[in-house]
Structures are given as C-alpha cells and as structure tokens.
C-alpha cells in the first residue's frame, strides 16, 4: 500500500485480556516506531525498529508491554493483562533508514479497555 | 532523555491573521525539528520538518524558525485559513547519521482554531 496501514482501527476489551496490534510500513521502509497517544496528550514513544538491530525498547511501560517485527516488515505491538490505563490510541510510523528521513504515521488503533 | 516542551496549549485566531507556536527542546544533542498537524480522529500529518544545519526553512504560507543556542524552534502559519484549524505538535530527534535513530520527543500540542 502507499502509506502505513494499522489494524484494527478499534479495539475494545475486558480488563486482563491480551491484545495484539498489528502495523504494517511502508514499502521499502526500514525503521518502524511504536507510539502511544492518550487523550488530549502528546505522542510518547513506546519501541523502535531498525533493520536486523536490536530493537530500542526504552519506552515501552511495562513488562506487559512488548513487540516484534517478523522479516524487517509488519511488526505486532502486544499488550497482556490489559489495564484500564493503557486505553488510548496506538500509533506506527515508519521511514526510510537512508539520510534523515521523515516518519510517516498510520491512522492508529483506538483500544479501550473496559 | 529529551524534554519538549510547547506553547501555547490553545490559540484562537481570525481568518487572515498570523499564528505562531512555540517550541523548546533540552537535549542540545538534537538535530531533527519536525511539525505534525492532526486533524479530529485522523493521522498526525507531516507539515515541515528543519535540520539543525539551517535556521529557517518556508513552504507556502508554513514556516519553521530554529535557534540552537536558545534550543528553540517556533512555526509560522501566514494567511491562516479555517481548514489550518487542528492540533499542531512539534517534535525532537537525534539523527545520528547513518544510524538513524529517529525516535520522536513530542511536544503536548497546539489547538489552534481559525475562526472565518
């Protein structure tokens, strides 16, 4: 596709559930980013990806927080025991590792915890 | 780590005025200033960016002043429209060259309303 695609576009689940969400980059677009926007706030980073390097997990809140990217492409942010606090909306970026290169956003994942 | 911070929170203008936001950053380290617009319900959208290698770069009625020494950097909405209303952030990374690195430090955001 031209642009980043992330899905679900909402997600809505019980308290101590698991979720999974899934952003896939534009084409040819090595490095990937996780970011968390909740309401009325900023965007705060979550996790990193570049290439075959170690992923930069510095931002992820929890240790019920983690992710992957399988084959440098679509990668999966994963939340276990969901908690009221993680509701917000998800957000993938993605750039071109050549230069200083602008990330370019997908629409999000709106999750809800009830 | 890097601290954003941005002003004002909100600001309400007349169609065909001036609206400037600013930003200031911590980490003298940072090289990369880009501008987000995020309409109601949508993707923030890219706007303008500026490397830390040139003071002001302009793209229509959008422009992107940095000053490194006092780490800030402000954008510049000439001529503002009703469609310029959204939530505006800044941002600062660190590009280390071939690296890459990227991760984005926002700033909490701009409600900016255009009022016709």
């Known amino acids: 596709g031209a642009g980043v695609s992330q899905s679900p576009s909402n997600k809505v689940t019980e308290k101590g559930k698991d979720v999974e969400l899934r952003c896939d980059p534009i084409?040819?677009?090595?490095?990937l980013y996780w970011y968390r926007q909740s309401l009325g706030q900023g965007l705060e980073f979550l996790i990193y990806?570049?290439?075959?390097?170690?992923?930069?997990k510095s931002g992820l809140p929890s240790d019920r927080f983690s992710a992957e990217r399988t084959g440098g492409s679509v990668s999966t942010l994963t939340i276990q025991r969901t908690q009221q606090e993680d509701s917000a909306v998800y957000l993938c970026?993605?750039?071109?590792?050549?230069?200083?290169?602008?990330?370019?956003f997908g629409d999000g994942t709106r999750l809800s915890i009830l | 780590g890097e601290n954003v911070e941005q002003h004002p929170s909100t600001l309400s203008v007349q169609e065909g005025d001036s609206a400037v936001i600013k930003c200031t950053y911590s980490?003298?380290?940072?090289?990369?200033f880009p501008w987000y617009k995020q309409e109601l319900g949508k993707r923030p959208q890219l706007i303008i960016d500026?490397?830390?290698?040139?003071g002001e770069k302009k793209d229509q009625r959008i422009a992107v002043t940095l000053n490194k020494t006092a780490k800030h950097f402000s954008l510049h909405i000439t001529e503002t429209q009703p469609e310029d209303s959204a939530v505006y952030f800044c941002?600062?990374?660190?590009?280390?060259?071939?690296?890459?690195?990227?991760?984005?430090?926002f700033g909490q955001g701009t409600i900016l309303t255009v009022h016709p």
């Open positions: 500026i490397r830390s290698n040139v």
């Open positions: 970026a993605s750039s071109n590792r050549q230069g200083n290169q602008p990330q370019h």
């Open positions: 980490d003298s380290a940072s090289n990369y």
């Open positions: 084409s040819g677009h090595t490095a």
């Open positions: 941002a600062a990374s660190l590009n280390a060259g071939g690296t890459s690195y990227g991760k984005l430090t």
């Open positions: 990806f570049q290439g075959n390097s170690a992923p930069d």
